[in-house]
């Protein structure tokens, strides 16, 4: 049994890890403005297929390609997992797009939203399609955060896709992965496998029309497109190593970092409008969040005590 000392040693590594995916998430948005002369859907289909093989090469350092192996054998024979793993990569494959196209369309604030959001969205998604049920906390941060979403409608003049897309795009793939049950990192290369041979496609139809930035414009693009592969796979990595040795509730408040981060640098560094409309909207939204965070931390610690008691 380890002591409390390696307890808490093991719960300060898991937060300095996961906090540091978050990080990672959250400036994510610096690389894609990077690439903002190459079209989304281009930077897409090489962030898809250089995933891929990064993850190849690392599943290979890290001795688990033949575990990946043996995952892909047990899904051909299972038709449930294999249309859960096709349905995955595709709704991560749209979140992406998304989001570097909103990134690289100078609307990184509604992309913030996004993500902010996304735990209610899950909640929701899991009383629809799972048949949970609602906490009157749950109920309380879903209307503020409607609210929220209400008043953004109403400022834009047109519903806040983006925001909405991301949230429910990632809280279907959440739901997706239940089924699929695999360590991240082969989780990903899974995904990444799925719909690599479509990117090489798509990037093979750009070159024939001659609209294809790589190998086409400079070194740096090329070298940006490439390690978009890394880019997209370590903070996943960290993330997976962190969150595995800290609360699920330490991991519900440490995910707002990444949102947060980013609305800092659309407002901040790249000069986007945070207007009192939005500040407004925010605000439910963050009440919501907070509503939200408070309650699921506080189930969680009655669950660990009844379990504890138990034991």
């Not at 978009?228 to 190593?241: C, D, Q």
């Not at 901040?268 to 939204?285: K, M, R």
Request: proline letters at 3%; a positive charge.
């Amino acid at each position: 049994m380890k002591g409390v000392a390696g307890i808490r040693t093991e719960e300060q590594s898991g937060i300095i890890y996961t906090a540091f995916s978050y990080f990672l998430w959250g400036i994510l948005p610096i690389y894609w403005k990077w690439l903002d002369h190459v079209p989304a859907d281009e930077i897409l289909a090489n962030r898809i297929f250089w995933s891929f093989w990064f993850m190849i090469v690392f599943l290979i350092v890290i001795k688990k390609f033949p575990e990946f192996w043996k995952m892909i054998k047990g899904m051909m024979q299972t038709k449930k997992k294999l249309a859960a793993l096709a349905t995955a990569s595709l709704l991560v494959s749209l979140n992406w797009f998304i989001y570097i196209w909103a990134v690289n369309t100078d609307q990184m604030v509604e992309a913030s939203l996004g993500y902010y959001i996304n735990p209610l969205v899950s909640v929701l998604l899991g009383v629809f399609i799972l048949r949970e049920k609602m906490t009157k906390a749950q109920v309380i941060s879903f209307i503020l955060a409607a609210v929220g979403v209400l008043v953004l409608t109403a400022s834009y003049g047109r519903f806040p896709w983006i925001a909405v897309g991301l949230a429910v795009s990632f809280g279907l793939y959440g739901l997706a992965k239940k089924l699929i049950k695999v360590d991240s990192d082969i989780g990903l290369t899974l995904e990444t496998m799925t719909t690599a041979p479509f990117a090489l496609i798509y990037l093979i139809y750009l070159s024939s029309q001659g609209n294809i930035s790589l190998f086409h414009l400079s070194a740096g693009t090329d070298w940006l497109l490439i390690a978009g592969g890394a880019v997209t796979a370590v903070p996943l990595l960290y993330f997976a190593k962190g969150a595995q040795r800290i609360p699920l509730y330490m991991v519900g408040f440490l995910q707002y970092i990444a949102p947060t981060l980013t609305l800092i640098l659309g407002v901040f560094f790249y000069g986007e409008p945070f207007t009192q409309t939005h500040l407004v909207a925010f605000a439910f939204i963050w009440s919501a969040l907070t509503i939200f965070s408070v309650s699921r931390m506080k189930r969680v610690k009655r669950r660990t005590k009844a379990q504890e008691k138990c034991a």
